[in-house]
C-alpha cells in the first residue's frame, strides 16, 4: 500500500505569516502533487513534480511556492499567507500504470490562517 | 480545456436500493485513463475505480464503472447501497501523456436506513 505522510497535520498562521507544509512518500514515486480542497470546489491541484528538482504550476499556483529536494520529499510554501488560504491540503504521489497515473494521498493538513 | 462533469452534488438513497453517480467529460485527447476516487469523513481520497478501455466494466468493493467513449461517460453504479458507502466521489480523467489528473466537483452520498 502507498504511504504519504504530511506534516502538520493541524497548523494555524497569521496573516503575513511563512508557512511550510510537508510531504514525505516511500514508494518511489516520481510524480508528486498539492491539492487544496474546499466545500464547493472539490480538489484543485496547485503545484506538481515529476521529480526531484522540479515543480511545475498547477491549475492555482498564485500565493505558492514549492520545492522538490528529493524523491521522497515536496514542500508547498506560502511566503506570505492569506486568510483565503485557509483550507484542507493533501499531497498526493503518482504511479504510472500503463493506463494512467494513480494517485496516493496523503492524509491531509488543515490550515486556519487568521 | 478538458474537463469532468458530476451534475448531482448531493445523492441520497435507501440503504439496499441501487445508486448511480454521473459522470461525464470532455477532452481533445485520444488516450485518457479515467478514475473514481472515495473520500470518507475525515480521511484522504482513494482510488476506487480505474480504466482506460472503452466498453470494458470495471469492478470493486461492488462498484462497477464502464468507459464509453461514444457518449463521453463513466457513471459508477452499485446494485444494493451500504450505509457505508456514504462518502464524497470524485471522477477524474488522467489524459494521455500528462500526470495531472483533473476532477469533478465531487458528489456526496448518503446511504440513509
Known amino acids: 500500500e502507498a504511504a504519504v505522510t504530511q506534516s502538520p497535520r493541524n497548523k494555524v498562521a497569521v496573516t503575513g505569516g511563512k508557512v511550510t507544509l510537508s510531504c514525505n512518500q516511500t514508494?518511489?514515486?516520481?510524480?508528486m502533487y498539492w491539492y487544496r480542497q474546499d466545500t464547493g470546489h472539490g480538489l484543485r491541484l496547485i503545484h506538481y513534480s515529476y521529480g526531484a528538482g522540479s515543480t511545475e504550476k498547477g491549475d492555482i499556483p498564485d500565493g505558492y511556492k514549492a520545492s522538490r529536494p528529493s524523491q521522497e520529499n515536496f514542500s508547498l510554501i506560502l511566503e506570505l499567507a492569506t486568510p483565503s488560504q485557509t483550507s484542507v491540503y493533501f499531497c498526493a504521489s503518482g504511479q504510472d500504470w500503463g493506463g494512467g497515473d494513480t494517485q496516493y494521498f496523503g492524509p491531509g493538513t488543515r490550515l486556519l490562517v487568521l | 480545456g478538458d474537463s469532468v462533469t458530476q451534475t448531482e452534488g448531493l445523492v441520497t438513497v435507501t440503504e439496499g436500493l441501487p445508486v448511480k453517480l454521473n459522470c461525464t467529460y470532455q477532452?481533445?485527447?485520444?488516450?485518457?485513463?479515467f478514475f473514481w476516487y472515495v473520500q470518507y469523513l475525515n480521511e484522504a481520497p482513494q482510488v476506487l475505480l480505474k480504466s482506460s478501455t472503452d466498453n470494458k466494466r470495471t469492478e470493486h468493493q461492488g462498484f462497477h464503472a464502464t468507459l464509453h467513449k461514444s457518449s463521453s461517460s463513466f457513471h459508477l453504479q452499485k446494485s444494493s447501497a451500504q450505509l457505508s458507502d456514504s462518502a464524497l466521489y470524485y471522477c477524474?480523467?488522467?489524459?494521455?501523456?500528462?500526470?495531472?489528473?483533473?476532477f469533478g466537483e465531487g458528489t456526496k452520498l448518503t446511504v440513509s436506513s
Open positions: 514508494n518511489n514515486h516520481n510524480n
Open positions: 477524474a480523467l488522467n489524459q494521455g501523456g500528462s500526470a495531472k489528473l483533473i
Open positions: 477532452t481533445t485527447y485520444l488516450t485518457i485513463a
